[in-house]
């Protein structure tokens, strides 16, 4: 015991911490994971539902974690198996073990909470391991044990409430059931952020009525397209934004790209792994955006995570440069009906006569020829909202990009992610903006060995020049902050950031009375 108590003077006296106690604002993690203990949960789960809800959640974390062909994951296999099967290999060793203290920490509710002053937080999110395994389970129990899940978490953190709040799981898998465990979650457990998946997997019809899942299920296996919700989905989660806008609850995503083209190495992890995060939620982000839905609902908050920022602020960037070219009224340069065709035909006559005397053509004819593929490649030329990717945005100039991109999203950056530069380059931003980038420092995975070097880490950015001082307070109080509140202004109401930003209002209202 005495070792013990050593040891623990020693962790808070963390460089993290001391940076902490410099600040006049508190800091807001937004991303910190945490390991649920099998035994507990699994009791709670069948004494909520009985024996095969356990069942199910063994067998969604089974299939969550490995990537199987024949029964068999990755590490069972041959490496001729896995050439033949094309299996990717899927996440290993994705937790800290050599840090004793810190694995318990992430299992420990009391401890973590203990020890979140070591960290430099004030307030943390959590996301529990299992909060969207039950997204992996049967249809028929789908729903049953992810109300399972989210109960047991709303029930083991309730009482540290004034510092940490966990996250609801909430399937995606319909927006109905998307609808009824969000009022569930927020209503009757009292949770306040909600937690998806960016995206759903679903059989393309046209191959699955051909080869049904039950008789051919490897074909099924690959012949599947993602929903992102918000562009071509076979339904309208419009409601289920409008419940998450209605109840005041910021929607977050851990969203990876891990198995797509370009990330399924059947042999290396680091190279499924590297932006998959940022790919992911670029892809479900551009959904909602083209499809409308920060246009039909501006006041949701959408957080994406452990995908840094700079990948904001480059969508961003790229939607003002596209639109100012394929906008309506610059999709004109583009128009095979304003060509004229006199004056190509003179171009040709003057610059081009060996090719006319040899493929002789009516002006016509060399006007379609010369567009050749604009003609041949279509059945028919794009007409009306067909011509318009940016109508069901709403765009109409780029300050409605900033609007219903910048204001929108927020995007979380890991502590030692120097291309956070990126997010607040307001000299490179169109309209001279800042990205929302929010401290997500990611504990509790493997790319933290130690869960007091993150927010060290952050400040180290400011030494080194990449952000300024500014930058930095936006980054772990001021952009978290907004993104909470801005869904729901009472959402740190009894916490100890309530407490503290009053403190400093105050403290701005004294020093205004004094300069007056």
Do not use: C
Not at 255 to 263: A, F, H, L, P
Not at 430 to 456: E, R
């Amino acid at each position: 015991m005495e070792k013990n108590m050593t040891e623990y003077s020693r962790l808070k006296t963390s460089r993290s911490a001391a940076i902490r106690a410099t600040l006049d604002y508190p800091v807001i993690d937004t991303d910190v994971h945490t390991n649920d203990f099998i035994p507990a949960i699994e009791d709670y789960i069948a004494n909520y539902g009985g024996a095969k809800l356990v069942d199910e959640l063994r067998k969604a974390e089974s299939s969550r974690l490995n990537s199987k062909s024949d029964g068999k994951d990755w590490y069972q296999q041959t490496p001729e198996e896995r050439q033949y099967n094309r299996t990717i290999r899927s996440p290993w060793w994705a937790r800290v073990t050599r840090n004793t203290l810190d694995l318990a920490t992430y299992t420990l509710p009391e401890l973590f909470y203990q020890r979140q002053a070591e960290q430099g937080s004030d307030y943390s999110v959590l996301f529990p391991n299992n909060v969207l395994a039950p997204a992996g389970a049967s249809p028929e129990h789908r729903q049953a044990l992810q109300r399972a899940v989210n109960h047991y978490h709303a029930d083991l953190y309730r009482k540290y409430s004034d510092r940490l709040t966990v996250v609801a799981g909430i399937p995606m898998t319909t927006p109905q059931e998307a609808v009824e465990e969000l009022e569930f979650a927020v209503k009757t457990l009292g949770l306040k952020v909600a937690n998806i998946p960016g995206g759903v997997k679903r059989p393309i019809k046209a191959i699955a009525d051909k080869y049904p899942a039950d008789k051919f299920p490897e074909i099924a296996k690959y012949a599947s397209y993602i929903d992102f919700f918000g562009l071509d989905s076979e339904y309208d989660y419009d409601p289920f934004w409008a419940k998450a806008v209605e109840l005041g609850v910021p929607i977050t995503t851990h969203y990876g790209s891990q198995g797509w083209t370009g990330r399924s190495s059947i042999s290396n992890y680091m190279n499924n792994h590297i932006g998959h995060f940022a790919d992911g939620s670029q892809a479900f982000a551009k959904a909602l955006f083209f499809g409308g839905v920060t246009k039909r609902f501006p006041q949701l908050r959408v957080g994406m995570l452990e995908g840094g920022a700079d990948w904001g602020a480059h969508v961003y960037i790229h939607l003002v440069d596209r639109f100012s070219k394929r906008s309506l009224k610059g999709l004109q340069n583009y128009n095979p009906d304003l060509t004229n065709s006199d004056e190509l035909l003179a171009l040709f006559e003057r610059f081009g006569s060996e090719f006319l005397e040899a493929y002789p053509q009516t002006k016509e004819e060399l006007t379609k020829t010369v567009l050749g593929s604009s003609f041949a490649r279509h059945s028919r030329q794009p007409v009306g909202s067909e011509l318009e990717d940016f109508a069901a945005a709403g765009i109409e100039n780029i300050e409605d990009i900033r609007d219903r991109w910048v204001n929108s999203f927020f995007f979380g950056s890991e502590s030692d992610d120097r291309t956070i530069a990126t997010a607040f380059n307001d000299k490179a931003n169109p309209l001279n903006v800042k990205i929302n980038a929010i401290y997500s420092s990611d504990v509790g995975h493997w790319d933290v060995p130690d869960l007091t070097d993150p927010l060290a880490e952050s400040w180290d950015l400011v030494q080194e020049g990449v952000i300024s001082e500014a930058d930095f307070k936006a980054y772990v109080f001021g952009n978290p902050y907004k993104f909470y509140t801005e869904a729901n202004p009472n959402f740190f109401q009894g916490t100890a950031v309530e407490s503290k930003v009053g403190k400093i209002e105050s403290s701005q209202a004294d020093k205004t009375l004094v300069t007056v």
